[in-house]
Nanobody
Framework: QVQLVESGGGLVQAGGSLRLSCAAS????????MGWYRQAPGKQREVVAT???????NYEDSVKGRFTISRDNAKNTVYLQMNLLKPEDTAVYYC????????????????WGKGTLVTVSS
């Protein structure tokens, strides 16, 4: 069984910073892409940033230059450094990972964390 557990959310003033972490555990052979998504009240879940196993990254336009995604493959952990936070960044942030549980297989399954709340006050 695979679990993703996020941490690092909280309340911060506009202009501040937070660092989110997401650790994957369980029967993991390898992890392909990992990413962070967010869902604000009354809105659909949207992608924030993704990172491949090789370290290539992509960002949603509104967070470019402010957020940085990174991963530690040895720890099966993905991070999201969030700087210059804005009230519109307020949301529940979810970790996602494409995890391979079968030895030798390139195909993974999608796993989600339960989310961590980020609140940015103005």
């Amino acid at each position: 069984q695979v679990q993703l557990v996020e941490s690092g959310g909280g309340l911060v003033q506009a202009g501040g910073s937070l660092r989110l972490s997401c650790a994957a555990s369980g029967s993991i052979f390898s992890i392909n892409a990992m990413g962070w998504y967010r869902q604000a009240p009354g809105k659909q879940r949207e992608v924030v940033a993704t990172i491949t196993s090789g370290g290539s990254t992509n960002y949603e336009d509104s967070v470019k230059g402010r957020f940085t995604i990174s991963r530690d493959n040895a720890k099966n952990t993905v991070y999201l450094q969030m700087n210059l936070l804005k009230p519109e960044d307020t949301a529940v942030y979810y970790c996602n990972a494409d995890i391979v549980t079968v030895v030798g297989s390139p195909w993974g399954m999608d796993y989600w964390g339960k989310g961590t709340l980020v609140t940015v006050s103005s």
